[in-house]
């Protein structure tokens, strides 16, 4: 029996046993030791195309043989604001893509395709009410981004084959959008993310988080800098904020609702640099404006807090009084700081383009809808000026025909206008805008061809007298009935407004002839200087309601974005 036991074959079977048990020992060894190895690369399962989509493609693991352990790399996108043509970014040395809807687009920020993309969003329509908290609402927000491109180009592109100019000579040009989003692909480690942070992240400056909230028709609720609690709201989208402690401030974007990409789509100019901080680029904006009269100073129209609007109204030139009067009550059926926005500032529209809408930059909420229920309309107000302009003409005997006259050129210029079509301010053909910018042109380069001082007193004496009215609380301005609101405003601007315009104006002046003493105006001079005053009066007036024409506001946005955020670089991160 003992020699059975010992045999040779016994031996062979229990140096197999022992083999066996060895090798699986040492198996389960190397899995922990892969396992344990493995486990390092922190972060990797939160970096899947589950959570980032296909900025997934750049992560991979990154091993570190002289701490025994993996890191996790991965990219994520920088993005900002910035013409198209820009080729300076951020990030030094790496390629800039800017969205633009295309298909190219669409590839190189990593979005899914337009059909994919189409499926995505009639799916995410579907659950509205249910959170995606596993993606990073960095890319719904690029997804946002490049429908919002594709779908109002497009929109762009069919409005204008679908009223062709009929008598404008040639065809129009197609537009050329002035501002993009741009990003930049920045390679991040997760060793680097603090342990708060379960997502990956993208990165963006204040001024340009505000700019693309903008351009995608969102309206800020909440701006609080002493906490960092911002909320914007608007268009079925929605942006919330928090503060991540070692990192700053971190927002989240999300879908709300139906989004509107297409007549309500903002105007994709550079003034979406400085609307929603409440600043308005104006027509004294021009070096050789600027450097033709030694007199003439560069000016800056802001509108944002009271204060602001005070050193604006005391930079062209109102006096104490008109602005204690502004501060009680600055509105007729619109606030006289649109007044102001149209007669002085630049033109925002796009040639060849219908978009129209704007970032308030003002306090003041529009209230205004368009459409054909709407309150009032500015076609409206334009037929009333221009029946108003026809009257003035008469009672002055000026010619009708006469071309060097500019208040008879102006009712010669708005005929044609009106002959193609200009009843539904919500429907305006694209030559129909096109004739309106011209014409807003042309007044721009007759007011810049006389001096500021003359332009801003006219200014000056209308907004004045305005405001004068408005401080009664039973003037004709405030209790302007709901019926008839164009015709109350333009007859009364005619009749009471105008009239004092034109006389308000010193009598006397200092001549060389005369020395340091003033002397009186001759009649002759006095009727030239009530002509002139009377021209600029009209040109404002019409320019405004011309540029009212081409550009919108939404009623639910008012500015509320502190002043001094614009360009600024602070980082903001998009959880």
Known sequence: MGNVISGPNSQNTLALSALIISLVALLTTV????????SSAEGYRRCAESVMGLWAKGTHRKLRFQEFRIEVVFETPVMFTAPPENERGPIQGRAIHYIDGSEESYNNTRVLGPQAQEKVEAEATARVHTADDERSSWVTLLS????????SRKWDLEYRKKCPPRTRPGAIEAPDYRLAVGLQSKTRSWDFIPSSITKPYATSAMCHLVEMMAMLGLYWK????????????????ILTSTQVHGLGVMVVFATTGKSTFEERRVI???????????????????????????????????????????????SLGCQA??????NKDHKHIFSVAFEIIGMLGKVFRIRGSNFRMLPNPTSDPWLKKIGAKASWKITKLMEIFQAKLQELIEIEGIDALEKSNKIATIAMQWKRIADLNCTDEANLSIEVREAIHDAIDETTSYLLSISQLEILSVLV??????????????????????????????????????????HDYPTEIHDNSTGPKKRSLSTSEMKQKEEVRNTIWVTLIFRMLCWLLLHDFDKSDVKIVPSDLKGSRMPVYIG
């Open 31 to 38: 899995l922990q030791v892969l396992q344990q190895y493995y």
């Open 144 to 151: 946002t981004l490049q429908l919002k491109e594709s779908v």
């Open 222 to 237: 909440a701006f609080d800098q002493s906490t960092w609690n911002l909320r914007a709201e608007g268009n079925g989208f």
């Open 268 to 314: 994709p100019c550079q003034a979406i640099k400085d609307l929603p901080f409440g600043t308005v680029p104006n027509i004294f904006e021009d070096d050789l404006y600027l450097d033709k009269d030694k007199d003439t100073q560069s000016l800056e129209l802001v509108f944002g807090t009271a204060e602001e609007v005070t050193n604006t109204l005391e």
């Open 321 to 326: 009084d008109a602005l204690k009067k502004y």
């Open 461 to 502: 004496a209308h907004v004045t007298r305005v405001l004068n009215v408005l401080a009664d609380p039973v003037s004709p301005l405030n209790t302007i009935v709901l019926a008839n609101k164009e015709d109350a405003l333009l007859s009364y601007y005619f009749s009471e407004i105008r009239p004092l315009v034109i």
